[in-house]
């Protein structure tokens, strides 16, 4: 099978994959200097969109696909479903459930990236900036003071006026809200990732009463999908009893 990493929950079903000597090869895309070592076999990089999937997945000869990627990761997504529907291949989503405001919560959602630039405010203003280092440049021409924190030091400054925090999660509401104190912090931007390794920001949000800008999850053609791990385990021996006729 393949399995479609870069999040917690890739990494916890690559340890079960790997305790039961399931034949398994781990993706990343190659989006960090230093991926976390994974207990199978890893590639690192793209294949060269659906058609480059599709290929490597018949010459590998893969039976099954788990699709473990960022919630966000939609491109990887989308060829995942193609390659896969291309082979008649099965294919899982493994996707942790998204955040949903509480009381307390001072929430915008927007669509996407270019909205959640149009929704600061015009004024300068303190803002942390969670998305990654992709989507930075889309706020370049705003003239706030911004926060980020990335998991590898930057060759260049990605933003003016940027003070960086060079952090690998899974990060606490403690140390996010003193880190957002520490740089009184007027708003948030954030993906709606889900999952708890980044969940402080949002709830140091809501201590400090931080405005949040959350950008909803893309839209992706319908499959299959789990929340946990184990779940994706048990679908992954349903399947394969099924395609053997057991």
Known sequence: MLLLGGTTEASRLAALLAREKVAAVFSYAGRTAAPVPQPLPTRIGGFGGPEGLAAWLRAERITHVVDATHPFAAQMSQN?????????????????????????????????IAAAARALPEAPARVFLAIGKQNLPAFAHLPHRWLLRLVDPPEVPPLPNADIVIARGPFTSEGDRALMAAHRITHLVAKNSG????????????????????????????????????????????????????
Not at 210 to 232: N, Q
């Open 80 to 112: 995942a479903h193609a390659a896969c529907a291309a082979l008649n291949l099965p294919l899982l989503a493994l996707q942790r459930p998204a955040w949903q405001a509480g009381p307390g919560d001072d929430w915008l959602h927007v669509p996407d």
């Open 195 to 246: 999952g708890a390794g980044a969940e402080g920001k949002l709830a140091a949000a809501r201590a400090l009463g931080v405005r949040v800008v959350m950008i909803d999850r893309p839209a992706l053609p319908p499959r299959a999908e789990v929340a946990r791990p184990k779940e994706a385990l048990d679908w992954l021996h349903h399947t394969a009893s099924a395609l053997r006729g057991v």
